[in-house]
């Protein structure tokens, strides 16, 4: 199985930058997803890292290096509806088995 | 519009009791899943299908069952056995080969042990 790790928590102010970091143990590696998910709702998806480097993507942005095990979602610009549950997750291949394994989520807080 | 659909979106169960969630979708998708989401805990894997009459036991199966008699379907269990079913409960779906968005997730379905 993987081992996925995240903060718990993180608190930031509106119009600032937040950086929440991922990391992960995985044999067969085939993505890192991460999604958004506001409480008592279905996570939404935000990106997605397949190779090395940064995906920009509005506001968002996010970073993996594989041979760290490692990935960033980059949240600029914060806003109150930023406030919710991020997911790590991780797409491992194995004999044509495309199942994700998640991250217990991190959970930002934007204040005024 | 395609999409996935989980019915009902607050269910509560008695003691003892079996109760199904549903979990539909027209997205063409060959691949299920069920996933257990508690308090301050990642998703974790209940059962999956990635073909019809085909599913596969995830990391949390025990109290819980499933079906996939059609594409389209693939509703979920919750059994006596299950001793802490209260929780919120999250149907998924993809292509088999994967794809670069992961998952379609439905709306969710909180369950409840009164």
């Known amino acids: 199985g993987q081992n996925i790790d995240q903060p718990t928590e993180m608190t930031a102010t509106e119009g600032a930058i937040v950086q929440i970091n991922c990391t992960y143990q995985?044999?067969?590696?085939?993505?890192l997803f991460w999604y958004q998910q506001h409480a008592g709702e279905a996570p939404t998806f935000l990106s997605y890292n397949v190779l090395d480097g940064l995906e920009e993507k509005g506001r968002f942005s996010s970073f993996l290096s594989r041979s760290k095990g490692y990935s960033y979602l980059l949240l600029k610009e914060l806003q109150m509806k930023d406030s919710a549950s991020y997911l790590c997750a991780v797409r491992d291949r194995k004999s044509n088995d495309y199942k994700l394994s998640f991250g217990a989520g991190t959970t930002v807080t934007v204040r005024a | 519009d395609g999409g996935i659909t989980q019915s009902p979106k607050y269910l509560f169960r008695k003691e003892g009791q079996n109760v199904t969630l549903s979990c539909e979708q027209n997205l063409n998708h060959d691949a299920m899943y069920w996933y257990r989401q508690d308090p301050g805990q990642g998703l974790r894997l209940i059962y999956y299908?990635?073909?019809?009459?085909?599913?596969q036991k995830g990391d949390i199966a025990e109290g819980y069952s499933v079906s996939r008699e059609k594409k389209e379907s693939f509703p979920l269990t919750v059994t006596s056995a299950q001793k802490n079913p209260t929780a919120f409960y999250l149907c998924?779906?993809?292509?088999?080969?994967?794809?670069?968005?992961?998952?379609?997730f439905g709306s969710g379905t909180r369950l409840t042990v009164v």
């Open positions: 998924a779906s993809s292509l088999r080969a994967g794809n670069n968005y992961g998952y379609t």
């Open positions: 299908s990635q073909i019809v009459n085909d599913f």
């Open positions: 995985t044999s067969g590696f085939n993505g």
